[in-house]
């Protein structure tokens, strides 16, 4: 059932704010519709319960602005601007990120949910300048940009979660030049 778009709007956002601010563990549907203005009934009406609120906010009505990969002029720079990218996306969604990180371990029935809904762009925008670097020549034809972007990702989710440290130009620019280009070298340079 749909509702008036303004209370679903209300609910979506009170969702939002109150997984940044105690998690999905801790977070009850009373508590959203308190925040909402709403009643539990009417947020019954349209979602089932909370992780299925959760899945239609994440997958539906929640914005990720994915700028188009970069034109430097080097595959090296737009790497970094690439990266730089990605890490200045989840320091601004970082609430939801590290609400939602635990509920993926915690909540086998919303971590389904997402990883059957959730969209996989590649929001880091790696795969199409890899394509564009390969046409300008300064990609080997053995790197798979689909894995580099894997990787990018990867060292970018290790660093917001596990590490802690900033994500900053610096980090970008190592994590390009000290480990993207060198895995990009050893795969022209593998035999098959």
Known sequence: MRLDPRRERAILDATMELLSEVGFDRMSVDQIAKRASASKATIYR???GKEALVVDLVCNHLEIDVA???????????LVAVVAGFCRTLEQKHGLVFALVPALLTAPGLAA?????VPRPDITGTVPLLDRARER???????????????T?????????ITGEPLDGAFAEETVDRVLLPLIHAWSTATP
């Open 46 to 48: 349209r979602w089932p």
């Open 68 to 78: 188009p990969p970069p034109d430097t002029g080097s595959m090296r720079g737009d």
């Open 113 to 117: 949910a997402l990883r059957a809904n």
């Open 137 to 151: 020549g300064e990609l080997p034809g053995g790197a798979d940009p689909d894995e580099i972007r894997k990787v």
């Open 153 to 161: 990702e990867a060292l970018v989710w290790h660093r917001l979660l």
